[in-house]
């Protein structure tokens, strides 16, 4: 993730690391549903204590812009993504029908691709 904190900023760190996931979502770097590195992770990554992580986290989710879900982690919301949710709903129900009858990852995407007429 391209997150660089600029420690002779006047923005607190926990706000510079808030605002590029933010970004990053918005901009499609990472779309909805992006697993986010695990906080303890992120912090030893940046230099920073792992609080001063967990609350730009904090103050995502309580955005809407992240959603944490226990082991499975904190994912980028469709909502940060600028993708409508009811569309993020659709593209979850899609994978987990092809993947109950028995199509493959890459088999599903082509499916996709086709529906939308683009280059495979």
Do not use: C, F, K
């Not at 590029?20 to 990554?45: C, F, N, Y």
């Amino acid at each position: 993730m391209d997150i660089v904190i600029d420690p002779a900023s006047p923005t607190p760190p926990y706000e510079q690391v808030r605002t590029r996931i933010a970004a990053l979502a918005a901009g499609g770097a990472l779309p909805a549903g992006t697993r986010l590195p695990p906080v303890r992770q992120l912090a030893a990554d940046l230099g920073l204590a792992a609080n001063t992580v967990a609350r730009a986290y904090r103050e995502l989710e309580q955005a809407g812009l992240v959603q944490t879900r226990g082991r499975a982690g904190t994912l980028v919301t469709a909502r940060a993504a600028g993708v409508p949710e009811q569309a993020h709903r659709l593209a979850q129900r899609y994978a987990a029908d092809t993947a109950a009858l028995g199509v493959a990852p890459q088999a599903a995407l082509d499916l996709v691709r086709a529906a939308l007429h683009l280059p495979g």
